[in-house]
């Protein structure tokens, strides 16, 4: 079963930027295309980003296009989203997870983001 853990959230000011990271165990991890998805209080999940296997195929949402960069290291197991020019609009909890339409991990805890003056 795989485990996913995630990390680099926290309290910036609009402008800033952020480098979250996402961990799994286990060594199938390099199998699957992954993504980054956010929750906004009060919103569904939405998909922020993904990566292909070999990381050289990536997509955006349109908010996340020339802000966010997504990225893997398959022999870490470890998938990263460098976001900047944060902005009011993008707090919310982040979580990594198969990109979309495969079947979910169980989701981990998430990292939150919040950006606030």
């Known amino acids: 079963q795989v485990q996913l853990v995630e990390s680099g959230g926290g309290l910036v000011q609009p402008g800033g930027s952020l480098r979250l990271s996402c961990t799994a165990s286990?060594?199938?991890?390099?199998?699957?295309?992954m993504g980054w998805y956010r929750q906004a209080p009060g919103k569904q999940r939405e998909v922020v980003a993904s990566i292909s296997i070999g990381g050289i195929s990536t997509t955006y949402a349109d908010s996340a296009k020339g802000r966010f960069t997504i990225s893997r290291d398959n022999a870490k197991n470890t998938v990263y989203l460098q976001m900047n020019s944060l902005n009011l609009e993008d707090t919310a909890v982040y979580s990594c997870?198969?990109?979309?339409?495969?079947?979910?991990?169980?989701w981990g805890q998430g990292t939150q983001v919040t950006i606030s003056s």
């Open positions: 286990g060594s199938i991890f390099r199998l699957y295309a």
């Open positions: 997870n198969r990109a979309p339409k495969g079947t979910y991990f169980p």
